[in-house]
């Protein structure tokens, strides 16, 4: 599989597997099943997986150290700290903790559930408000120089904030939502990054499985499932969006490419330090998913589907109200 760098010289492949749908309870049924397709993923080439303590809290990342056991040197892991989790019971107390002695205690927590001495990229998952970034950057920095963790990352962070923390630990990569339907990161952070050298790590590279082309208006939500409460997911904005799948197909017919192949290749388009983090569950969708690597856009395809921020504005915001108020700090 191709590789890219993100900041800092950290060269990974081109595409990223998140195993967050693997399991973010604390009862993960089909988790054999899913430990295989993570073994399978690295057989097939990937060699970039992402998780986060907060993830169960913690049974997603030691069900990613059962599956990488015995293959450390073949894999570069990212997990997260920045919740408020108890770290003796796991209790997740709501909201965020990015204070010192929080980052330290969850890098341990980590570092064991993953069975591996060293962590290559650790994010922080929200910025904590309550804690500067300065600070949060100098832990960090410490964990570095004792090998405990290679390289820093940002999740959702703004521009202030990144350039704050990049003062003091240069920031290898951000972690944001960034898709053809999620084009606010062009305004102000993608021109941060470029001229910082950091890398991104684009979440939800598909809109959260809408860029597929199989939801649509009438598609039924379980209980569980996160998109009942999603503004861009309401019936009526989803028979708006319904255009920008339309246009995927239509760039898809011409190289036969599925919606998804033609989102991910286009995210690759963007520049050369982009590497799209998609998640599923099934592996024919991992080799789908993988198989955008193979598509071409022209100078053509890549115009018309730049220009659908402008002839088809999305309807809906991409998080609850007061999710939205956690994203760019």
Do not use: C
């Not at 054999?32 to 809290?57: C, N, S």
């Not at 949060?136 to 990352?153: E, H, M, N, P, S």
């Amino acid at each position: 599989m191709d590789k890219r760098k993100l900041g800092q010289g950290l060269e990974v492949t081109a595409l990223s597997l998140g195993a967050m749908g693997y399991g973010k309870s604390r009862d993960i049924p089909d988790r054999p099943e899913m430990i295989a397709l993570l073994r399978k993923a690295v057989d097939l080439g990937m060699d970039f997986f992402d998780t986060a303590e907060i993830y169960g809290p913690w049974t997603n990342e030691e069900m990613v150290g059962e599956a990488f056991r015995g293959m450390r040197d073949k894999v570069k892991i990212a997990t997260k700290f920045g919740w408020d989790i108890n770290q003796k019971t796991g209790e997740h107390r709501g909201g965020v903790n990015s204070k010192p002695a929080q980052i330290r205690s969850a890098v341990e927590g980590s570092l064991k559930r993953l069975d591996t001495d060293y962590i290559d990229l650790y994010y922080q998952h929200r910025v904590d408000p309550d804690v500067p970034m300065e600070e949060v950057a100098g832990v960090v920095k410490d964990l570095i120089q004792q090998g405990k963790v290679r390289f820093f990352g940002l999740s959702e962070a703004g521009a202030k904030s990144i350039r704050r923390a990049h003062a003091v630990q240069p920031v290898a990569a951000l972690q944001s939502e960034y898709s053809l339907w999620t084009r606010e990161p062009e305004d102000e952070i993608i021109p941060t990054l470029e001229e910082l050298g950091i890398g991104m790590v684009p979440f939800s590279p598909l809109g959260k499985g809408f860029l597929t082309g199989v939801i649509d208006a009438g598609t039924k939500f379980s209980d569980a499932d996160m998109r009942r409460s999603v503004p861009r997911f309401a019936p009526e904005a989803r028979n708006t969006n319904q255009r920008l799948v339309d246009l995927l197909r239509q760039v898809g017919d011409r190289h036969a490419a599925t919606p998804a192949q033609v989102a991910l290749a286009w995210l690759l388009t963007r520049k050369l330090w982009i590497v799209p983090l998609f998640g599923t569950r099934k592996l024919e969708r991992f080799e789908e998913n993988i198989g955008a690597l193979a598509v071409h856009l022209t100078d053509a395809d890549v115009r018309e589907l730049n220009e659908s921020r402008a002839t088809m504005p999305v309807q809906g915001n991409r998080y609850p109200e007061e999710h939205m108020r956690r994203v760019g700090l």
